[in-house]
């Protein structure tokens, strides 16, 4: 049996797994669920084929949590770090789609560790200037092709000592906008399939 994207059963069956523990990580630190998914995909598929997937699933998980957040959401954050994920979303479409599969694999897998040894680190900064802001979006918006652009902004705030509930609304609010501006360059680039919006609605349950 072929599940989309070629997956095998047992692939498929980890792929949930992993969706489910994304969805989870994400519903209480507003971060986390593209990288967990994007790693986990490395390992039994192309992940660029889980690119699309998780900016949709993303999206319809904040529809989810809306109510909850909106009023702990820190607009002025957001909209600086929009003014750098704009002209980073492109930049990194474009990038990401230069290399072959195994060098996007490599280059995805070595930004996910490195992002992951800075969180754990706990480096601390003075509250950031709207310059600083962009700046973070800049790189954020380019990570964001791979669907990985969560995390510069995490380790950013996380740094500051932004407020818990301000920290995981702010982040899902930032997140959806970007995806949403990701999604229309990606799909130019051919990389919404039928197969993404079918894998897309099976996992939608999981998460």
């Known amino acids: 049996m072929t599940l989309p994207f070629g997956l095998s059963p047992g692939a498929g069956a980890f792929m949930a797994l992993a969706l489910s ?13 593209a990288a967990l998914t994007i790693s986990a995909a490395a390992l039994v598929t192309d992940p660029l084929h ?16 809306a109510r909850a957040i909106r009023s702990r959401i820190d607009w002025a954050r957001v909209g600086w770090l929009l003014c750098g994920a704009l002209p980073g979303v492109p930049l990194g479409v474009w990038s990401l789609n230069a290399v072959g599969v195994d060098a996007a694999r490599g280059v995805i897998s070595a930004y996910i560790l ?10 601390t900064l003075a509250p950031a200037s709207r310059g600083a ?5 800049l790189v954020s918006g380019m990570a964001n ?9 995490a380790i950013f705030f996380a740094a500051q000592s932004v407020p ?15 995806d949403l501006w990701t999604v229309p ?12 919006l079918l894998v897309a609605a099976l996992a939608l349950p999981v998460v």
């Open 21 to 33: 523990g994304a969805a989870f990580v994400r519903g209480y630190s507003g971060f986390g669920f």
């Open 50 to 65: 889980f690119v699309p997937v998780v900016l949709i699933l993303d999206s319809l998980l904040t529809l989810v949590q």
């Open 114 to 123: 490195i992002m992951c040894v800075v969180l754990l680190r706990g480096w």
């Open 133 to 137: 802001h962009t700046g973070v979006g």
């Open 145 to 153: 092709a791979a669907a990985v652009g969560g995390l510069p902004a």
């Open 164 to 178: 818990a509930a301000t920290f995981r609304a702010t982040l899902i609010a930032y997140f959806t906008a970007m």
């Open 185 to 196: 360059w990606i799909f130019a680039q051919g990389m919404i399939v039928r197969d993404t």
